[in-house]
Antibody, heavy 118, light 108 residues
């Protein structure tokens, strides 16, 4: 069955960048998109954007425009999300999820905790 | 941006009771692109319902979704112990793909 496995937790200083990976298995990677969602401690879900795994087209939430880059490697079936100029408010669990307009976000990766602290 | 407002914020119920969760959109949403997710503490969200009323694979039939336009509902017919969690609605038809703020279903 489809599965997404994310990279491990990260601790970063303010101003640094973080790159989270999301490896897909159990389905044809290029038939779907990969979306990224974050969740600050004790808060709700916030959509960051998505990448079309077939052609690499991206769509970012305006809040993250200029600070986020989503890429993918078709050979390794891996999607990446890089967030730059980190600040304390970026401390959150970052999730990737397989995206299809037909049924939304399913499945989800296990999440990657990114902590931004001086 | 489509804003989704979920109510109530918290629902206190006993096992076996019926839960009704609401999701109201700031503008009309194509029901094809309305989903519901369940999240338990320390876990990733899980898709329950897509296209407003279609159960995802493996989801028990006590979960049902309905609605159209700006008003959508998730119903859990008889709560079981594993259903106590936070539930989010989401629209994924118009970018940005927004989530509601969540409804927590807790044990009374």
């Amino acid at each position: 069955q489809a599965q997404l496995v994310q990279s491990g937790a990260e601790v970063k200083k303010p101003g640094a960048s973080v790159k989270v990976s999301c490896e897909a298995s159990g389905y044809t990677f290029t038939n779907y998109g990969v979306s990224w969602v974050r969740q600050a401690p004790g808060q709700g879900l916030e959509w960051m954007g998505w990448i079309n795994a077939y052609n690499g087209h991206t769509d970012y939430a305006q809040k993250f425009q200029g600070r986020v880059t989503m890429t993918r490697d078709k050979d390794t079936r891996t999607a990446y999300m890089e967030l730059r100029s980190l600040r304390s408010g970026d401390t959150a669990v970052y999730y990737c999820a397989r995206y299809s307009p037909g049924w939304g976000f399913d499945p989800w990766g296990q999440g990657t905790l990114v902590t931004v602290s001086s | 941006e489509i804003v989704l407002t979920q109510s109530p914020g918290t629902l206190s119920l006993s096992p076996g009771e019926r839960a009704t969760l609401a999701c109201r959109a700031s503008q009309s949403v194509d029901s094809t692109y309305l989903g519901w997710y369940q999240q338990k503490p320390g876990q990733a969200p899980r898709l329950l319902i897509y296209g407003a009323s279609n159960r995802a694979t493996g989801i028990p039939d006590r979960f049902s979704g309905s609605g159209s336009g700006t008003d959508f509902t998730l119903t859990i017919s008889r709560l079981e112990s594993e259903d106590f969690a936070v539930y989010y609605c989401q629209q994924y038809g118009d970018s940005p793909y927004t989530f509601g703020q969540g409804t927590k279903v807790e044990i009374k």
